[in-house]
């Protein structure tokens, strides 16, 4: 059987990196590019190791870049994880978010359509869904995003869905609820609770709960996002459609908070403040689709994998220092 050849925008970045680990790791010849804004080169460091593994350092929406990244590499599928993540960002500056996150879709599935790569996998989002009320959240659901992110997400699924009908190729966007796990930056303002536990609680200072910490989130393993990413790049007879990338089984943030204690039971108290004006109170998706459609479900168990996050990005202690040897003269 022919090797899959995966081209991923985005590579160097948290969902990135794990993505492109894994397409190696099952056997795929994989090009990544990034031009690095947030990615770190330190993400890919084992990747770099392997021969099937390509990597361009370039803004996507620049001139020809794709035309050319698909030219000289003939991708079998496109996994699109290249944006601006941060919600806050995007609301600032509004023709970023247009650039970075509709733009450069419009710009892949373009360059997939010249180059004949039949089949895009995109990084969409469970913010298109906004502040919906019908728990769990299913695709069928008409999705009302929020924010000017939420709103770029949908319309970049819209623009491949069009791709599709229009010209038959495989366009697979996957609503991806909330991440966690290594290589999440902590400081990014689109950082995930867990992420900003970790570096608070490793660094022994307080976490500060808004409300009273019963809201909660549906939390998805960035090792389950890799996998589903892979399956819908690579899995031959997938066709186009939307799906969440989510476990159905939501987690309360207190429930969170009592496993960062007890990994750091000399941690101080956390504080809680009042509840932000506009925060989701509660998130769950509806897993149901990606299971039928693509044969996906989320395998990690939350509290092993929350345990094994923690253990990873607890600090070293610093080595018990020599004993001076006295001179004898
Ligand atoms: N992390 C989450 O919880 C989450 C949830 C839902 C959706 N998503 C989506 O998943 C995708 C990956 O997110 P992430 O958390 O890994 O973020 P990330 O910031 O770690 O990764 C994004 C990568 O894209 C790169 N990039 C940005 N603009 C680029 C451009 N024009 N050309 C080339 N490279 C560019 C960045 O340098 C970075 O490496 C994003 O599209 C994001 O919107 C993430």
């Known amino acids: 059987m022919k090797t899959p050849r995966i081209l991923v925008t985005g590579a160097a970045g948290f969902v990135g990196s794990h993505t492109v680990d894994l397409l190696l790791a099952e056997g795929c010849q994989v090009m990544g590019v990034d031009d690095l804004s947030t990615g770190r080169m330190v993400n890919l460091r084992s990747a770099s190791q392997s021969p099937h593994f390509r990597f361009v350092r370039a803004d996507i929406t620049g001139p020809a870049i794709l035309d050319d990244l698909c030219s000289g590499f003939t991708p079998d599928a496109i996994i699109h994880l290249s944006g601006l993540v941060s919600v806050v960002r995007a609301q600032e500056e509004p023709d970023l978010n247009y650039r970075l996150n509709v733009h450069s879709t419009q710009l892949v599935a373009e360059a997939a359509r010249r180059h004949g790569t039949r089949r895009v996998v995109f990084a969409s989002s469970a913010a298109v869904y906004g502040d919906h009320p019908d728990l769990p959240l299913s695709e069928s659901v008409f999705p009302h995003p929020i924010s000017l992110y939420g709103t770029a997400k949908?319309?970049?699924?819209?623009?491949?869905?069009?791709?599709?009908t229009s010209f038959g190729m495989e366009t697979i966007c996957l609503r991806y609820f909330n991440i966690f796990g290594p290589r999440q930056d902590p400081r990014s303002p689109y950082s995930g609770v867990i992420s900003i536990f970790s570096e608070r609680f490793a660094a022994g200072q307080p976490v500060t709960i808004f409300g009273d910490g019963s809201q909660t989130r549906d939390f998805v393993s960035v090792f389950d996002i890799a996998r589903a990413n892979v399956i819908a790049a690579t899995r031959p007879g997938l066709s186009a459609t939307v799906c969440n990338v989510c476990t159905g089984a939501p987690r309360r943030l207190l429930s969170v908070l009592d496993v960062f204690r007890s990994a750091y039971p000399?941690?101080?108290?956390?504080r809680f403040e009042g509840a932000r004006p506009g925060e989701i109170q509660h998130s769950c998706g509806n897993p149901e689709r990606a299971t039928d459609r693509l044969g996906f479900r989320a395998e990690a168990s939350f509290e092993t994998a929350l345990r094994d996050f923690i253990e990873s990005t607890r600090p070293v202690p610093a080595p018990a220092e020599a004993p001076m040897l006295a001179v004898v003269r």
């Open 154 to 164: 949908r319309a970049s699924e819209e623009l491949l869905l069009g791709h599709a």
């Open 266 to 270: 000399e941690a101080p108290e956390p």
